[in-house]
């Protein structure tokens, strides 16, 4: 890499010595071969960039706490370590041959072989069998975890740029909605679920490691996963696909709970919104309409909008603007004043309130329950 640079970057100031390929030759003056701490810190990168593989951090997908993350799991380790297998044999034949074939002087010329036809048809078998042996379980798998059950429950996943909504469909007419919430998918542990995943923008990916595979929500079409949780807990998840300027800040949660605790949690996002009744909170709500957040948010009953998330039941969620703040006054206050400073990016503007009125419209937002 370093080699190109003078000549293509800028190609009048490129002297001869560095065009001279005889310079590209390790200990000549020239090119600059990477030096010791450049490959520390690529190796430190490396380990950053694989820790998604540590089973004990939040989003690890070799610690699974639901059926389909176990199948992947299940197909994980014989391929991983079948993989180690080669790597040992194939490394360390190199090894072997780079240390006992090494040029012991300079006149010397290494043996000349031309061909070993037992050897040939051994390293041609092997991968083959050895790739035959991964590709069953692993096309099995694809068919299996495609297998949807029918008449499970489902909710539609619409990814927007940047946080993801959550459409619980009413299990008697599949086509209607019952109720619409943001960032938080709550789940009864223990039961499947049929998620359809599409997006109102451009390519998002849905992916919660300890929980399932990753799936692309793509506009325009749905792409359905069964996702479960064996146990109540919270699972933490990302949009994996690159999708502009907040892509990281793209993220959600899976609160999966007791059967009981679900269906009251259920109950509730269908019930209307709070009525306001203290004079902040009531002042709160006109501000809601006079400052145009029915533009693009809805609460049911009063405004319509599908930019930005559904706010009817907004305190009942533990974090807002695509997952990354929790959901408290001082975090809302700062996202109130200048939305786009704390998720860069943000659909939703500044609206250069004062701070009386953001002091309203938190004390109804803390209504919506
Ligand atoms: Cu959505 Cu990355």
């Known amino acids: 890499m370093t080699t190109a640079k003078p000549s293509t970057a800028k190609p009048s100031t490129a002297k001869p010595s560095t065009a001279n390929p005889d310079t ?10 990477p030096s010791r701490w450049a490959k520390a810190a690529g190796l430190v990168a490396v380990v950053f960039l694989s820790s998604g593989c540590f089973i004990h951090y939040k989003q690890s997908a070799v610690n699974p706490k639901g059926s389909v993350a176990r199948q992947l799991n299940n197909l994980f ?16 034949l190199v090894l072997i041959a780079v240390i006992r074939f090494r040029a012991r002087s300079d006149d010397e010329a290494p ?17 083959a069998l050895l790739l035959a042996g991964i590709a069953i379980p692993t096309v099995k798998m694809v068919f299996d975890i495609n297998r949807i059950p029918k008449n499970l429950m489902q909710v539609d996943v619409i990814g927007h740029r940047w ?28 039961q499947k679920f049929e998620l359809n995943l599409s997006s109102v923008d ?19 079409r749905f792409n359905h996963m069964v996702m479960d949780a064996d146990n109540p807990g919270t699972y933490y998840g990302q949009c994996s696909e690159y999708c502009g300027t907040s892509h990281a800040n793209m993220r959600l949660r899976v609160i999966a709970q007791t059967p009981a605790d679900f269906a009251s949690w ?3 996002q269908q019930a209307g919104p709070a009525t306001p009744e203290s004079a902040d909170a009531v002042t709160g709500a006109q501000l809601f309409t ?17 930019v930005g998330p559904n706010l009817t039941h907004f305190k009942s969620r533990s974090v807002f ?49």
């Open 266 to 268: 259920e109950s509730g």
């Open 111 to 127: 043996r000349q072989v031309h061909g070993n036809t037992r050897l040939e048809v051994m390293w041609t078998i092997i991968p």
């Open 24 to 33: 590209t030759r390790p200990g000549t003056a020239g090119p600059r071969y």
């Open 77 to 92: 380790w014989p391929v991983f370590w079948i993989a180690v297998g080669v790597f040992v044999l194939v490394a360390g």
């Open 163 to 190: 946080w993801w909504e959550f459409d619980y469909k009413d299990p008697a007419h599949p086509q209607d909605v019952l109720f619409r919430t943001a960032n938080e998918l709550h789940l009864p542990a223990g």
């Open 321 to 369: 603007a695509g997952s990354i703040f929790e959901n408290t006054d001082n975090n809302l206050r700062a996202w109130l004043a200048n939305p786009p400073a704390e998720k860069p990016g943000s659909v939703m503007p500044n609206l250069n309130l004062s701070a009386a009125e953001i002091h309203g419209l938190i004390a109804y937002l803390d209504t919506l329950k």
């Open 202 to 220: 451009v390519i998002h990916n849905f992916w919660v490691p300890n929980l399932a595979g990753k799936l692309y929500a793509i506009p325009g």
């Open 290 to 306: 006079t400052k145009g957040c029915t533009g693009c948010h809805s609460i049911t009953g009063i405004s319509k909008g599908t």
